[in-house]
């Protein structure tokens, strides 16, 4: 295991639900990201957080919202998502921004 | 801008044989670069790093990785592959000199290791 932990790891929802993703670090860093895998398509960054201040948020549409209340917990609030939401969604964190990132095993979010 | 290149999807090899997943980058600075891999069903994980220093680089699972700046390469290498080296393997690259601290992935390549 890494060190990142991520619930729920399955979740399936309606394009009209409220749903929140969790993240957990126990490693001590003091960065953390959110990033969206899809097929056949590189990692897209969603959002970063640095000592608990969001830092980088790449365009990312208002249904997802991130929340870090401190640095071991992040959260991706999710609203009225679209069926091209559904991937997989995957935590990070690392020591500062200029190191390697550990990852969270990944939420796989289904959208119907 | 930065960008990473994975130019194969698919790459196979049997198990004993030398195995070797490419990957080129484009950065305008002095690139730091990584290998990460993802088993079924988890996360990515950190095999290896560049960043300054002897070019072939040594990282986890008997994998290492030779930095090439002249091809703008940073090919990850085995002597011998084993088949639970089957897995999804990414490249990623970050700029230095921008001051971005981001990291660009490549769109991975998937090992399979014939037993």
């Known amino acids: 295991e890494t060190g990142v932990t991520q619930t729920p790891r399955h979740l399936v929802m309606g394009m009209t639900n409220k749903k929140s993703l969790k993240c957990e670090q126990h490693?001590?860093?003091?960065?953390m990201y959110w990033y969206k895998q899809s097929a056949k398509k590189p990692l897209e960054l969603m959002f970063v957080?640095?000592?608990?201040?969001?830092?980088e948020n790449n365009s990312v549409p208002s249904r997802f919202s991130p929340e870090c209340p401190n640095s071991s917990h992040l959260f991706l609030h999710l609203h009225t998502l679209q069926p091209e939401d559904s991937a997989l969604y995957l935590c990070?964190?690392?020591?500062?921004?200029?190191?390697?990132?550990?990852f969270g095993p990944g939420t796989r979010l289904t959208v119907t | 801008a930065q960008s990473v290149a994975q130019p194969e999807d698919q790459v196979n090899v049997a198990e004993g044989n030398p195995l070797t997943v490419k990957c080129t980058y484009s950065?305008?600075?002095?690139?730091?670069l990584f290998w990460y891999v993802q088993y079924p069903n988890r996360g990515l994980q950190f095999l290896l790093k560049?960043?300054?220093?002897?070019?072939l680089v040594k990282g986890s699972y008997g994998f290492e990785a030779e930095f090439n700046k002249s091809q703008t390469s940073f090919h990850l290498k085995k002597p011998s592959a084993l088949v639970s080296d089957s897995a999804l393997y990414f490249c990623?690259?970050?700029?230095?000199?921008?001051?971005?601290?981001?990291?660009?992935f490549g769109t991975g390549t998937r090992l399979t290791v014939i037993p």
């Open positions: 490693l001590g860093h003091n960065a």
């Open positions: 957080y640095s000592l608990e201040e969001r830092v």
């Open positions: 950065v305008s600075g002095n690139p730091y």
């Open positions: 990070a964190s690392s020591q500062s921004r200029l190191n390697e990132q550990y």
């Open positions: 560049y960043i300054t220093g002897d070019n």
């Open positions: 990623a690259v970050r700029d230095i000199r921008t001051g971005a601290n981001n990291l660009f």
